[in-house]
Nanobody, 123 residues
Framework: QVQLVESGGGLVQPGGSLTLSCAAS????????MGWYRQAPGKQRELVAR???????EYGDSVKGRFTISRGDAKNTVYLQMNILEPEDTAVYYC?????????????????WGQGTQVTVSS
């Protein structure tokens, strides 16, 4: 089906920056959108940012103006540049792929998630 490999999480001081990367691979037939979601302890998973195959972007209200999502030159790769990080940004960040994968018959829709990468913002 579709596998996602995430990288780039870690510990950063408030006001610092981090870049997350996510690469999708497998029997990808078509990508509709890729993005990042996050989940902090005791909270629901929320949208951070996503980009469609056409290049349209969407951001969560709390990260607008600080985070930027972009698609890489490599097909099915996205990056999340996170600037001016705040302690409230501390969470597990999950990459998401929405699209279709190839089968022996017709392509099937898939909503695939990565395993998550921890981002901790603390002094």
């Amino acid at each position: 089906q579709v596998q996602l490999v995430e990288s780039g999480g870690g510990l950063v001081q408030p006001g610092g920056s981090l870049t997350l990367s996510c690469a999708a691979s497998g029997s990808i037939f078509m990508l509709n959108a890729m993005g990042w979601y996050r989940q902090a302890p005791g909270k629901q998973r929320e949208l951070v940012a996503r980009v469609t195959s056409g290049g349209a972007t969407e951001y969560g209200d709390s990260v607008k103006g600080r985070f930027t999502i972009s698609r890489g030159d490599a097909k099915n790769t996205v990056y999340l540049q996170m600037n001016i990080l705040e302690p409230e940004d501390t969470a597990v960040y999950y990459c998401n792929f929405l699209g279709y994968y190839s089968t022996s018959t017709v392509p099937k829709m898939i909503d695939s998630w990565g395993q998550g990468t921890q981002v901790t913002v603390s002094s």
